[in-house]
């Protein structure tokens, strides 16, 4: 009987060689089988993220225009003019300052929101809905509404502290009120990160604390701010690819204009008057692809601080 069990679980080599083709077969199968029901997804990502992509390659290295006549080939001056182009880097500025405004205002406000929401005993429902609600709001909506507020004859804001600050017409403020608008909006989905990190921090961490004389100060910056690293990170990221890619709060408050003396042009702005107010295709191509390598290197750089922070606390 022992002999037998031990045959049993220590299968010989031959034995274990010829198992294993039926696994792999088994795998396969399985593989193919599994294929059908993700085939819809990858059919619609080639047809709308690839192809797109591949496309828009292509006509960086053209002259084609809206018009529709057949593109001629221009090698990299596309890349050349972009480089050289002063719009073009004015434009890019104004998307940088824009998210060197927002990232560290909207990170720090989500959090105390979230904290406020999360403390609260009565009526915590409403305050989360409150905090919330703005961000399920359509862009052109958000945008409207705060054209309104900052309108310097007839907006509520001016009238309600007493001032005559030109929001909308001088650009000292233009990007101010784009930096506004835009954290009133968006500022419910960071909040809501934050509010679902909060609720999975063990409780028994914070009694732990109490019982050691910790106070509220000392359990934030001992046990919640650390728990809340990763929470921090991800919102970091996701705002810093948001922000740089700002454009309907800012064309919807300033009507579809670059602001007072092109202050709120951002570079998805200027990339579309390229393409469909200059006609340019094959220009605004060519930038379009320049800001997706800024962009990719910026994921690939959070990627990599990540890991590296990770390697190190090991």
Same mark, same amino acid.
């Given at each position: 009987?022992?002999?037998?069990?031990?045959?049993?679980?220590?299968?010989?080599?031959?034995?274990?060689?010829?198992?294993?083709?039926?696994?792999?077969?088994?795998?396969?199968?399985?593989?193919?089988?599994?294929?059908?029901?993700?085939?819809?997804?990858?059919?619609?990502?080639?047809?709308?993220?690839?192809?797109?992509?591949?496309?828009?390659?292509?006509?960086?290295?053209?002259?084609?225009?809206?018009?529709?006549?057949?593109?001629?080939?221009?090698?990299?001056?596309?890349?050349?003019?972009?480089?050289?182009?002063?719009?073009?880097?004015?434009?890019?500025?104004?998307?940088?300052?824009?998210?060197?405004?927002?990232?560290?205002?909207?990170?720090?406000?989500?959090?105390?929101? /979230? +904290? %406020? $929401?999360?403390? #609260?005993?009565?009526?915590? @429902?409403?305050?989360?809905?409150? &905090?919330?609600?703005?961000?399920?709001?359509?862009?052109?909506?958000?945008?409207?509404?705060?054209?309104?507020?900052?309108?310097?004859?007839?907006?509520?804001?001016?009238?309600?502290?007493?001032?005559?600050?030109?929001?909308?017409?001088?650009?000292?403020? /233009? +990007? %101010? $009120?784009?930096? #506004?608008?835009?954290?009133? @909006?968006?500022?419910?989905?960071? &909040?809501?990160?934050?509010?679902?990190?909060?609720?999975?921090?063990?409780?028994?961490?914070?009694?732990?604390?109490?019982?050691?004389?910790?106070?509220?100060?000392?359990?934030?910056?001992?046990?919640?701010?650390?728990?809340?690293?990763?929470?921090?990170?991800?919102?970091? $990221?996701?705002? #810093?690819?948001?922000?740089?890619?700002?454009?309907?709060?800012?064309?919807?408050?300033?009507?579809?204009?670059?602001?007072?003396?092109?202050?709120?042009?951002?570079?998805?702005?200027?990339?579309?008057?390229?393409?469909?107010?200059?006609?340019?295709?094959?220009?605004?191509?060519?930038?379009?692809?320049?800001?997706?390598?800024?962009?990719? $290197?910026?994921?690939?750089?959070?990627?990599?601080?990540?890991?590296?922070?990770?390697?190190?606390?090991?």
């Amino acid at each position: 009987m022992t002999t037998t069990s031990a045959e049993t679980v220590i299968a010989p080599p031959r034995a274990r060689s010829a198992a294993a083709p039926g696994a792999a077969a088994r795998r396969k199968e399985g593989f193919q089988h599994g294929g059908w029901f993700v085939a819809p997804f990858l059919l619609l990502f080639a047809l709308f993220v690839i192809w797109p992509l591949l496309r828009g390659v292509y006509l960086s290295f053209t002259d084609a225009n809206i018009s529709g006549d057949s593109p001629g080939f221009v090698g990299l001056d596309n890349y050349r003019e972009a480089l050289q182009d002063p719009l073009m880097w004015d434009a890019l500025g104004h998307s940088a300052y824009f998210t060197l405004l927002v990232v560290p205002c909207i990170t720090v406000l989500a959090f105390l929101l /979230a +904290m %406020l $929401a999360h403390h #609260i005993e009565r009526g915590k @429902w409403l305050w989360r809905l409150c &905090f919330f609600m703005p961000f399920l709001l359509p862009s052109t909506v958000a945008g409207n509404l705060w054209q309104w507020l900052f309108n310097p004859g007839t907006g509520m804001i001016n009238h309600v502290f007493g001032i005559e600050t030109p929001w909308l017409t001088d650009k000292s403020y /233009a +990007m %101010l $009120a784009v930096v #506004i608008t835009t954290l009133w @909006w968006t500022v419910g989905f960071s &909040f809501l990160l934050y509010l679902a990190a909060l609720q999975g921090i063990p409780a028994h961490l914070y009694e732990a604390a109490k019982l050691d004389g910790a106070n509220a100060w000392h359990r934030m910056v001992h046990i919640t701010l650390p728990m809340l690293r990763n929470i921090t990170g991800l919102v970091i $990221a996701l705002q #810093i690819l948001a922000s740089l890619q700002v454009f309907d709060q800012a064309v919807t408050i300033m009507d579809f204009t670059p602001g007072p003396e092109e202050s709120t042009r951002t570079f998805v702005q200027y990339t579309l008057e390229e393409g469909f107010t200059s006609y340019r295709v094959g220009y605004a191509s060519a930038i379009s692809i320049i800001f997706f390598v800024i962009i990719a $290197a910026v994921a690939l750089g959070r990627m990599w601080l990540l890991r590296n922070r990770e390697e190190g606390a090991r």
